[in-house]
T-cell receptor, first 116, second 112 residues
Framework: GAVVSQHPSRVICKSGTSVKIECRSLDFQATTMFWYRQFPKQSLMLMATSNEGSKATYEQGVEKDKFLINHASLTLSTLTVTSAHPEDSSFYIC????????????FGPGTRLTVL | EDKVVQSPLSLVVHEGDTVTLNCSYEVTNFRSLLWYKQEKKAPTFLFMLTSSGIEKKSGRLSSILDKKELFSILNITATQTGDSAVYLCAVQRGSTLGRLYFGRGTQLTVWP
């Protein structure tokens, strides 16, 4: 079964609103989670590393004030797209590494964001 | 600049054919290379390769890494329509497990 969940799976919002996406590790603790973005017919682009108990680390070119990340607990990271615009419409995917039993990376099912 | 390049970008075959997908990389502080299959949603894990020359196999899929020439291949034998998907290659750099850099993927279409 799924080991990383995301909520919501799909969201449509008006331009200028903020949208929060949750990523949960279901049966393991993740001190680190990752947020990716995927535009149509493009690959996954790493946006940021979410660190439990400390600030997120953003990749070059990703606006930290626009994409707010909070790693509230060892099983939950949230990504808030602030003042969303149509160009933010994308597929947002989180992942969490699980080190017990070998290095394995689990992806969430993704969130499709459409900004009108 | 770090990069992960996959080829071909798309491939159309008939059921039963064998396909080879390529991934070359130039990254600093290489740790491992991973292959994923992506259908409509999030990628599903296929292989993780860290050592050169050791083939990993799962059913009809196999993969190998060449750390000297900086590439990996993913082979699929006796393809089926269910193999139709985008196959993604990703490289992990440094010590942070899970921080992945992806190639653009190969869109594989298998016709019956």
């Amino acid at each position: 079964g799924a080991v990383v969940s995301q909520h919501p799976s799909r969201v449509i919002c008006k331009s200028g609103t903020s949208v929060k996406i949750e990523c949960r590790s279901l049966d393991f603790q993740a001190t680190t989670m990752f947020w990716y973005r995927q535009f149509p017919k493009q690959s996954l682009m790493l946006m940021a590393t979410s660190n439990e108990g400390s600030k997120a680390t953003y990749e070059q070119g990703v606006e930290k004030d626009k994409f707010l990340i909070n790693h509230a607990s060892l099983t939950l990271s949230t990504l808030t797209v602030t003042s969303a615009h149509p160009e933010d419409s994308s597929f947002y995917i989180c992942s969490a590494p699980r080190t017990s039993g070998g290095d394995t990376q689990y992806f969430g099912p993704g969130t499709r964001l459409t900004v009108l | 600049e770090d990069k992960v390049v996959q080829s071909p970008l798309s491939l159309v075959v008939h059921e039963g054919d064998t396909v080879t997908l390529n991934c070359s990389y130039e990254v600093t502080n290489f740790r491992s290379l991973l292959w994923y299959k992506q259908e409509k949603k999030a990628p599903t894990f296929l292989f993780m390769l860290t050592s050169s020359g050791i083939e990993k196999k799962s059913g009809r899929l196999s993969s190998i890494l060449d750390k000297k020439e900086l590439f990996s291949i993913l082979n699929i034998t006796a393809t089926q329509t269910g193999d139709s998907a985008v196959y993604l290659c990703a490289v992990q750099r440094g010590s942070t497990l899970g921080r992945l850099y992806f190639g653009r993927g190969t869109q594989l279409t298998v016709w019956p």
